[in-house]
């Protein structure tokens, strides 16, 4: 592994610094969004539930100096991925291998969750996250298929979370072809999220 | 204007914060994305030309703590609304009233410039900007329109800036109707960002 | 009503030519999708449940011209509206008021039936439709939320249909502003199709 | 090469049915809505320039019965293709293997002209159109790159084409897994299109 030079800890790392494997991992567009809408605050304690390389968790770090971010991610190849990346970006975070379900009975409560992956449990998932999110938290579920985005949606409002928002994001990028400039469609991604309790803002002019 | 309670200083302000008029807004997931390309450090000097209603600003200065955001805005209603959100939000921002290229004549130089209208002047902008950026700095041009799109990619190619992207958004917010979730597209944005000199990243692993 | 010179029974209809009302309309590039995946037949009596202003259902009779085209519309004014397209376009459709439920226990058969509205009952209408589609036919359900395009995905393939197709489409538009394009999104719409039976296409090379 | 079951010369052929080869193809749901912009008519003389696999062309063949349809593609590989698609689709297509702006100057005149692929040409290849195509008829550009989106536009707005029409399409498909449907996006496709002359319709009410 070369040196990059890269020490900023502010948001906006380029995809090609992390060291990827051949794990999936959330696109740089997709990752402002999704840290957008986590309206994380520097003592956040945030989780991220299928942390992929931890590209989300990294820049989630980054911004919550006096908090902390746990990352959690089933596939021992991520959780090798996610070291080199805390190394790299110089970043402590609290790495836990293992499933999503059965981490989450390990831990207190936490003020921002976001899932990036269920494997298939989504809905035990959110429900744990449910129990352990402190009011006012936040929950954020990035879905690639209709059927995840359609439970989330639904898990939120059931749930009576305040400002349910569901996202849809089609992102391309150019790519040079002598002369020309070829667009290239990343995949769709939904992000749903929402706020237990009475939501960050109570009170405000409409 | 009552007062609102949101003083984290961190990524991810909703739009319903900010004081709108009938001033052009820049949707957050815009906000998000141009901030990430922007590749802000804590103590970049950056330029906002066609500021709107502040909001990248404001959230760039957030980032940029030891840094500087000057905020150009030729539309007088426009610097009404950039100055609420600056007491808002508490943030300073050195903000000038009046048209871009103009405006840059009277700038040293800055690190960052994020292009989010040019009235018309798009090619006098950049090429204003791109004498006075400093090296290894980043342009960011926010699109609504094909001829812009052209352009703006055009130009950083001609100009040989490095690590040229071009990336276009398509966004839908879901509206809740009863017990539905109805899919609602903001219109499409192009977001074109190149980095003048060697770019930032100068020595990485492929 | 002035006249129109249009009088090509072929696809393409430009939107504005259609009497619009203030009923909601499917737009020309969503209505070439949705019929290309209807996969016509000149003999193919087809059924189009809410039908809106007949735009859909007017470009498939002028494909199914030894078939019939049944358009179910419970809303008056789409009724009167369809019955001026017919004139403007010089078509035969089977004009039904009513809701889609209890006017489809009215009908025989069909080879295809498109769902453009359900008024809430889209799981009755599919069910019913799925009794009376003949076999190798075909349901397309076009969905602007996130409920109908979960439920009517699950509803095919639960029904063991063959050639499942979900396709999300977002469209934009240009404006002319002065000598620039300015980009106007379409809300996106999700168009899901299956065909009962075998579908279509028995014996193929792949 | 087997046989299918495919015999209905109506619009919404699956891609699946296409001999395809290594030549990119144009996506049905494009093909869709290229149609619907070509406006045919029973008796248009159509070019198709770029004719990859002679998707578009083989449909337009369906609509245009008592027309006619040349295909003109540079790539041999892409002949053998047109012509395997032809026998399978029982069209008659006449077809032309050689450089669009060549090939040009030996056709007199036509209705309705798409532009699949310019092999960078478009210029001299619009500029050619124009000059031949009737008066009414119609040219509609397939764009892939914000170049050629650009310059089609440009070319189109400065030689007065009525009905100037920019259209970005974003298609998802679904693909099932297991019991999920990934959403799989498709690249952008820009469609321009415009008509020579006062425009197809000549009198309407707005």
């Given at each position: 592994m070369e040196k990059i030079q890269w020490n900023y800890k502010t948001p906006g790392i380029p995809d090609r610094l992390f060291v990827r494997g051949k794990v999936p991992m959330t696109k740089e567009e997709v990752r402002a969004v999704t840290i957008s809408k986590l309206r994380?605050?520097?003592?956040s304690v945030v989780l991220d539930i299928?942390?992929?390389?931890g590209s989300i968790a990294i820049e989630a770090a980054h911004i919550c100096r006096q908090g902390k971010v746990i990352a959690i991610e089933r596939n021992i190849e991520g959780i090798q991925l996610i070291q080199q990346n805390c190394h790299r970006f110089q970043v402590e975070l609290d790495i836990r291998h293992g499933n999503g379900a059965e981490l989450l009975e390990t831990i207190d409560s936490f003020d921002r969750v976001v899932v990036g992956?269920?494997?298939?449990e989504l809905k035990e998932i959110l429900t744990l996250c449910h129990q352990k999110l402190r009011d006012e938290g936040i929950v954020v579920v990035n879905a690639v298929t209709i059927e995840t985005l359609y439970e989330a949606t639904q898990f939120m409002r059931e749930c009576g979370y305040q400002d349910v928002e569901v996202i849809s994001l089609q992102t391309a990028r150019g790519k040079q072809l002598r002369k020309y400039t070829l667009m290239e469609a990343l995949n769709p991604i939904y992000i749903i999220s929402g706020s237990k309790g009475?939501?960050?803002?109570?009170e405000e002019e409409r």
């Open positions: 994380l605050q520097e003592d299928g942390a992929g390389t992956g269920s494997g298939g009475q939501g960050l803002v109570q």
